[in-house]
């Protein structure tokens, strides 16, 4: 590959035995609330050029704007961004109806991609909800969808409730 072809990035992040010692300490809601005024800002999100744009009850909306550092060799978003965007969406949205202390681990997500995305896609925004939560399991969905609303990507996740008074 030609050198003048080559692209540059950087980054940075915050330390990620801090920020899960703070979080375990917040509720959902306050963890939220942190992460949307700047500060405690997970890393992948850092990584990846993901931001929250809003959440409440039961619901994130997480944006992210295509850039080609997220492509895969064949001139498109690569699929593993898509669901990472989809994976944070759906345990965003559950974790914003944990207590404090208490965490979430994906067990399953099943993703349907549904159209390709590019630079030319523009900003994609990935919007989460709880369908279902209980003590140990729970379910959301996510969709991801340009700035017409166009469906992109979805993906339903299930996840697991830890808490580690419980769990150890």
């Not at 109806?97 to 991609?113: D, H, I, R």
């Not at 379910?139 to 166009?150: N, T």
């Not at 993906?155 to 580690?164: K, M, N, V």
Request: proline share 5%.
């Amino acid at each position: 590959m030609a050198e003048a072809s080559r692209r540059n990035r950087t980054h940075e992040w915050s330390d990620p035995d801090q920020l899960a010692r703070a979080t375990r300490k917040m509720s959902g809601e306050e963890y939220y609330t942190a992460w949307k005024g700047g500060d405690s800002v997970p890393p992948i999100a850092a990584t990846l050029g993901f931001n929250l744009m809003d959440f409440g009850e039961g619901r994130v909306e997480i944006g992210c704007t295509p850039e080609e550092f997220h492509y895969s060799p064949y001139g498109m978003l690569h699929g593993g961004l898509a669901a990472t965007l989809l994976d944070t969406a759906t345990g965003c949205a559950i974790h914003t109806q944990l207590p404090a202390g208490t965490g979430y681990a994906t067990l399953n997500l099943t993703v349907s991609y549904l159209r390709p995305i590019t630079v030319e896609t523009g900003p994609v925004r990935c919007l989460g909800t709880v369908s279902s939560i209980g003590s140990r399991v729970a379910v959301a969905d996510a969709v991801l969808v340009d700035g017409r609303d166009r469906r992109l990507a979805q993906a339903t996740a299930t996840c697991l409730i830890i808490q580690p008074d419980r769990d150890g």
